[in-house]
């Protein structure tokens, strides 16, 4: 099961109060899930919705609420395993009936927090010891918690890069680009694949925003200008996904891709390298045991862009967990959310970023701290705005569309040019931008 693939593709639906949702959590029994002071007085059962249809299925979960019940044994913890999360979470919120601990869905605008969840404190002090805090907080006050955290880059084989003559990063996209057409020339490798008839993963593009500016404040510069202009670090993304695929380094038909059928392919070296994020590292070593291939062949560099001699990455939430606002047992939701973000072991078993301030880089990573990647904690004070933006100017960038365009375009199923083409979505950005008032 991909856990990214809802964060980085579920945008796709129209917003929920706009959908007719206006939810009852308006008028609930109390805004606050405050930390409980005693575990063995907290109780009572909840219900926890998840989009991890595997760790329910494989029993994982199960073992993490006996772990929990050793601290909190008066509360029972029950899992509603969803496959379409969020189309699923989307229609349970027109009532007050959405389990009492559940993953954000990403069709609720950030300023709609309040009225679906419970505030699990301020920002001030949450940021104290956690990531992402801004990335739920409206107001002062914080309204979900990312259990882990993940970086972006490219999944690439190790093997596959080192026969094709590259044991080093390449440094410029134009590094990057040479170093596909060496992979195509000297393997049997296909030298990047797009999983364009998937969708979801050329959204994952946007999340190199920050990566080539190393700029924390790059989200913010979205709401403030062209996206696409010159230099912009959605244009450098954008303009190496088209000189990828118009340079023929990419698979025949992407038009058949197969995200599943993708990762043993990467495993066993017929396919060299894949944009995604650190989340997708585990699946990927998953897939090289059970195709009898080597695990360690699996590698993941960052984007081809330095600043000061330094490369840049984001790190970015999954999902965060928050407390239903009409739920009956706020301190247990509490209870789980807290205990499930500092005590469970989910990033650390997941090979992904924990969000606890000071805590070590999984062992995955310790090539980005080996050639001293600069992390960045993007700033989200205007995350809302930029959706806002996005919507009212229909262009996507946390949707697939614009990027299967961007595709047809170089490989010749769609006639333009690339400027026209960054143009016309640079153009439309800043129209929104403007009737929005941003």
């Not at 002062?140 to 590259?166: C, D, T």
């Not at 170089?410 to 083409?421: E, I, P, T």
Request: charged fraction near 25%; charge should be negative.
């Amino acid at each position: 099961m991909n856990h990214r693939t809802k964060i980085a593709g579920s945008l796709l639906a129209a917003a929920l109060l706009a959908a007719g949702c206006t939810g009852s959590g308006g008028t609930s029994k109390g805004a606050d899930a405050e930390a409980p002071d005693d575990p063995k007085k907290v109780s009572g059962t909840i219900t926890v919705l998840t989009h991890r249809t595997d760790l329910v299925q494989d029993g994982t979960m199960k073992k993490y609420a006996a772990e929990f019940n050793k601290t909190y044994p008066k509360v029972e913890v029950e899992f509603d395993a969803l496959t379409d999360y969020e189309g699923e979470v989307k229609i349970r919120m027109n009532t007050e009936n959405y389990g009492d601990v559940l993953m954000i869905p990403a069709v609720i605008k950030k300023n709609d927090y309040p009225k679906f969840f419970a505030s699990l404190g301020t920002e001030t002090e949450r940021a104290k010891k956690y990531l992402f805090t801004d990335f739920t907080t409206v107001d002062g006050k914080v309204y979900g918690q990312s259990p882990m955290g993940a970086l972006p880059g490219f999944l690439y084989n190790k093997r596959v890069w080192k026969e094709a003559g590259i044991t080093d990063w390449p440094t410029t996209p134009a590094e990057f680009v040479a170093g596909l057409r060496a992979v195509k020339s000297k393997t049997d490798a296909i030298p990047y694949y797009t999983n364009f008839k998937d969708m979801w993963p050329l959204t994952q593009w946007t999340y190199m925003d920050g990566a080539v500016s190393c700029d924390p404040r790059a989200t913010s510069r979205l709401a403030e200008g062209d996206p696409w202009a010159k230099g912009e670090d959605l244009r450098v993304a954008d303009t190496l996904l088209y000189d990828i695929v118009r340079g023929g380094l990419i698979e025949k038909d992407p038009t058949t891709t197969n995200w599943e059928a993708s990762k043993p392919k990467l495993a066993k070296g017929d396919i060299a390298t894949m944009w995604l994020g650190s989340w997708a590292i585990t699946q990927f070593r998953a897939a090289a045991k059970q195709a009898g291939a080597n695990p360690d062949d699996i590698g993941f560099m960052p984007f081809p862009a330095q600043r000061d001699g330094k490369f840049c990455a984001t790190m970015s939430p999954d999902y965060n967990q928050a407390v239903n606002i009409n739920s009956d047992h706020k301190a247990a939701a509490r209870a789980w959310i807290d205990w499930f973000t500092d005590t469970s072991g989910y990033a650390a078993d997941n090979l992904t970023l924990s969000p606890v301030k000071g805590d070590p880089l999984p062992e995955v990573l310790r090539p980005y701290e080996d050639a001293g990647v600069k992390l960045i904690e993007l700033d989200d004070a205007k995350g809302a705005e930029v959706k806002e933006i996005d919507n009212e100017s229909e262009v996507g960038i946390y949707k697939p569309d614009y990027r299967q365009d961007l595709v047809d375009l170089a490989r010749g199923a769609r006639k333009g040019s690339l400027d026209d083409f960054l143009g016309d979505l640079g153009e439309r950005w800043e129209e929104a931008r403007k009737s929005t008032g941003s």
